[in-house]
């Protein structure tokens, strides 16, 4: 993929300008999208799909300096050019982080499903929890389905995809709470 653009930071506030004349659409648009009753994304799309935004991250967390926390995993901010190789977007809600900083303290901000618990809780954001919301986003790579219209119940009430697999897989509770940043 060919880019041409410019970055730079300006008060603190990363504000990045990359034209990619060949990203037109977002992994939201072909989540639940079928043609003749396939799903158009197929295994091998979604794994590469899911690769290309854990290399994202990795760049964000662990190569930008400064290290930069997206805030707002999610399929609408999965950019996809026309092989759907994925490119990370939408820095709206980016925080800018020294290597030495472990998180950021601010307004909880970020889209619900997609948020994780121990943000909502106590305000930090970290690399920890951009990958909470790209563990939501390989759920929805995996299943097929949106995070929060996950489980419909017949009342057509709309469940969260994270309370769902925890009724499924009852032993992973332990092992979450056992890692969690905050502790209750």
Do not use: C
């Amino acid at each position: 993929m060919q880019t041409t653009g410019t970055n730079y930071v300006i008060n603190s506030i990363l504000y990045v300008k990359i034209i990619f004349p060949e990203l037109n659409s977002h992994l939201f648009m072909y989540l639940l999208d079928q043609i003749h009753g396939k799903p158009v994304l197929d295994w091998s799309r979604r794994k590469n799909i899911a690769l290309g935004t854990a290399r994202g991250l990795l760049y964000l967390h662990e190569q930008s300096d400064p290290k930069i926390i997206h805030r707002d995993v999610k399929a609408a901010n999965i950019l996809l050019d026309e092989d759907f190789e994925a490119v990370v977007g939408d820095f709206g809600l980016a925080k800018l982080l020294d290597h030495s900083d472990s998180h950021v303290t601010t307004a909880v901000r970020g889209t619900v499903g997609h948020i994780a618990p121990e943000y909502l809780s106590t305000g930090q954001s970290s690399d920890k929890t951009d990958v909470f919301g790209f563990g939501i986003l390989l759920l929805e790579l995996i299943t097929g389905q949106k995070a929060l219209d996950f489980g419909k119940t017949a009342a057509n009430q709309k469940g969260v995809m994270l309370d769902w697999v925890l009724s499924r897989f009852p032993s992973l509770i332990h092992y979450i709470k056992a890692n969690m940043l905050f502790k209750p």
